[in-house]
């Protein structure tokens, strides 16, 4: 038996009411989800048969000289820390995503997906802004003088 799509999309919202996640729908198919818990806000949950996506922005993009190291680090992240989902980059941030897909979708891997984003955010933000702040002060330094006797 075929599951339509708001079959689908009334599953999803049951899930995360059921998970006691606070949220709003955005519009049929799309959720942002508050957790609060985690401080982690707006976690966008979004519905296209036969995936279901989820995504966070992370944090803002640094200047160019900066972007290596960044980029660098979460390449190797995207290898050792993210099973399902990927660091990635949208417009100009840093985002985290993980797809699964819909149609057999249950509340355990939805809660694995959202699970895996918060242990995500918690385990690397804050090194991901210190590489980012590092790079910034490295920026502001005041270019060395030469002396002219």
Same mark, same amino acid.
């Given at each position: 038996?075929?599951?339509?799509?708001?079959?689908?999309?009334?599953?999803?919202?049951?899930?995360?009411?059921? $998970?006691? !996640?606070?949220?709003?729908?955005?519009?049929? /198919?799309?959720?942002?989800?508050? @957790? +609060?818990?985690?401080? &982690?806000?707006?976690?966008?949950?979004?519905?296209?048969?036969?995936?279901?996506?989820?995504?966070?922005?992370?944090?803002?993009?640094?200047?160019?000289?900066?972007?290596?190291?960044?980029?660098?680090?979460? $390449?190797? !992240?995207?290898?050792?820390?993210?099973?399902? /989902?990927?660091?990635?980059?949208? @417009? +100009?941030?840093?985002? &985290?995503?993980?797809?699964?897909?819909?149609?057999?979708?249950?509340?355990?891997?939805?809660?694995?997906?959202?699970?895996?984003?918060?242990?995500?955010?918690?385990?690397?933000?804050?090194?991901?802004?210190?590489?980012?702040?590092?790079?910034?002060?490295?920026?502001?330094?005041?270019?060395?003088?030469? @002396?002219?006797?």
């Amino acid at each position: 038996m075929n599951t339509t799509e708001a079959e689908l999309n009334d599953r999803i919202e049951s899930y995360i009411i059921e $998970l006691g !996640l606070p949220f709003e729908q955005v519009k049929d /198919g799309l959720w942002l989800i508050h @957790d +609060e818990i985690d401080y &982690i806000d707006n976690i966008v949950v979004y519905h296209t048969a036969p995936v279901l996506t989820f995504r966070v922005k992370l944090i803002d993009t640094p200047e160019e000289m900066i972007q290596p190291v960044l980029f660098r680090r979460l $390449l190797e !992240l995207n290898a050792t820390s993210m099973i399902a /989902g990927a660091f990635g980059l949208e @417009d +100009e941030s840093v985002v &985290i995503v993980d797809t699964v897909q819909s149609p057999n979708l249950d509340k355990n891997e939805f809660q694995a997906a959202i699970d895996s984003i918060t242990l995500a955010v918690r385990e690397h933000y804050q090194e991901l802004r210190e590489i980012i702040r590092q790079g910034d002060s490295d920026q502001q330094q005041p270019a060395e003088t030469v @002396d002219q006797a």
